[in-house]
């Protein structure tokens, strides 16, 4: 499969070509970036080498994290100006639902349990701190939400990126399919997408604004890498 490439480096959250309020952020915080990149969590879905138990307590909170996304969606429905916003979050609902358990699925099957056995019913603590911080966002502006929620997807996009053109990813790869979809040119293509809807909101925010949304989505980032080591620890109360 051939995946839409992201930048010319893909070491790099964006293209020294590329202007705008989302290439601003991507170079400013291009460090969390890489931390996220190099974490151990991350590196060992690299390698094949991440231990069943924490692949298993990943899929869990990561299921109920995309939960709280949906809802955040819900809030985004709230803020939105006209019914082409409605149809976006309406849009991103539905991918959320029905698409994205397709990453699980697959870490599922290669630890021979069901979805369904690998949910959990409480958020840990560091990934109910993300929630909380998402969920603020939407009590605030439509810039402010997009700007929360835009590191998910865009951290988990590049990294997949980067790591297809590094390495093309193999058949026997013990963790193929979740690499696979996050690098697919309907992810990258998406991501695309949301990244140019902040930009638009950006460019018509105030400077206090513009701020707030920075500091949510630097957050974001930070609870992105977080997540990881979350996982990585086994995390709970």
């Not at 991350?42 to 298993?56: I, W, Y």
């Not at 006209?82 to 029905?98: A, Q, V």
């Not at 990934?127 to 700007?147: C, F, I, N, Q, W």
């Amino acid at each position: 499969m051939t995946a839409v490439t992201l930048e010319n480096d893909q070491t790099t959250p964006v293209a020294a070509s590329e202007s705008g309020f989302t290439a601003e952020l991507g170079r400013r915080y291009a460090h969390l970036f890489e931390d996220f990149y190099q974490h151990p969590f991350l590196s060992g879905l690299r390698d094949g080498t991440l231990a069943p138990e924490k692949v298993q307590h990943y899929v869990g909170q990561d299921h109920q994290y995309l939960s709280a996304y949906v809802r955040c969606y819900g809030l985004g429905l709230t803020l939105a100006p006209d019914r082409e916003w409605m149809r976006y979050f309406h849009e991103r609902t539905g991918f959320l639902l029905d698409d994205e358990s397709e990453a699980h699925l697959a870490l599922c099957a290669r630890l021979g349990v069901t979805y369904e056995d690998a949910q959990v019913e409480r958020l840990a603590p560091s990934a109910k701190a993300y929630v909380d911080h998402m969920m603020e966002a939407g009590r605030d502006t439509l810039g402010t939400l997009l700007a929360a929620l835009l590191p998910c997807p865009w951290t988990y996009i590049w990294a997949a990126d980067r790591y297809a053109h590094a390495e093309p990813i193999q058949d026997d790869h013990p963790f193929a399919g979740w690499w696979r979809f996050y690098a697919d040119d309907s992810c990258l293509q998406m991501l695309e997408e949301m990244r140019a809807k902040l930009d638009a909101v950006a460019a018509q925010a105030g400077p206090e604004e513009r701020a707030r949304m920075e500091l949510a989505f630097e957050l974001s980032v930070r609870h992105e890498i977080r997540f990881w080591q979350m996982a990585w620890s086994l995390e709970t109360w």
